[in-house]
């Protein structure tokens, strides 16, 4: 897999270079984060007048039923079912906007330094090059996408053996391989913008 990130010495930009396979398998986790967070009520309405659309609390108000979705929006005063449901109300529509915003960032960025809607060619590279507000809009990008392995994986703490145990051919290990590389990704992506 990649080398990951690194900040460009001249252009200060922060900058990757990924195999087709590697930006299409970005692209594709993006996309499917993407359909989970806008595939529910709570995404906000689309309205012709601003302010109402500013104004719209009507959003969610129980947990929801996907574990992803459960882990990416916390229950925010657990005990507390009356202010955890206001809370959920006025915050989930737009904090799930933003998410997929962040995941549809990285998409597009993969597709303008030239991934092709199909990949068909072998040996292409995608150059990646971003500014500071783009790399850590990646960055929360992530650590969604990390969130969202973790929680269909059911990875926990302290459960490495178990993943290294599991052959190769077993599809969870090639998902956990996944899992790990975009942890790689997110690591080199804080070192860049910290260096």
């Known amino acids: 897999m990649s080398g990951g990130f690194a900040r460009h010495r001249r252009s200060g930009q922060v900058i990757a270079n990924f195999t087709g396979f590697e930006a299409d398998?970005?692209?594709s986790l993006a996309s499917?984060?993407?359909?989970?967070?806008?595939?529910?009520a709570a995404v906000p309405r689309?309205?012709?007048?601003?302010?109402?659309?500013?104004?719209d609390f009507s959003g969610p108000t129980v947990e929801p039923e996907d574990p992803v979705l459960a882990r990416l929006f916390p229950t925010a005063y657990p005990g507390d079912e009356e202010s955890s449901s206001e809370f959920r109300r006025f915050t989930e529509g737009t904090l799930r906007d933003g998410k997929a915003k962040a995941a549809c960032t990285v998409i597009d960025g993969l597709e303008e330094a030239?991934?092709?809607?199909e990949l068909t060619e072998d040996g292409l590279m995608i150059d990646v090059e971003l500014d500071e507000p783009t790399a850590e809009t990646w960055l929360r990008s992530f650590t969604?996408?990390?969130?969202?392995?973790?929680t269909r994986l059911e990875v926990e703490e302290g459960d490495e053996d178990f993943w290294h145990a599991l052959p190769d051919e077993d599809p969870r290990a090639q998902a956990h391989d996944i899992y790990e590389w975009v942890g790689y990704l997110q690591e080199t992506l804080v070192d860049a913008l910290s260096g």
């Open 46 to 55: 689309d309205t012709a007048d601003p302010f109402e659309a500013l104004m």
């Open 32 to 40: 499917q984060l993407v359909e989970l967070l806008r595939n529910e």
């Open 114 to 117: 030239g991934l092709p809607p």
């Open 144 to 150: 969604d996408l990390r969130l969202a392995l973790a």
């Open 25 to 27: 398998l970005l692209r």
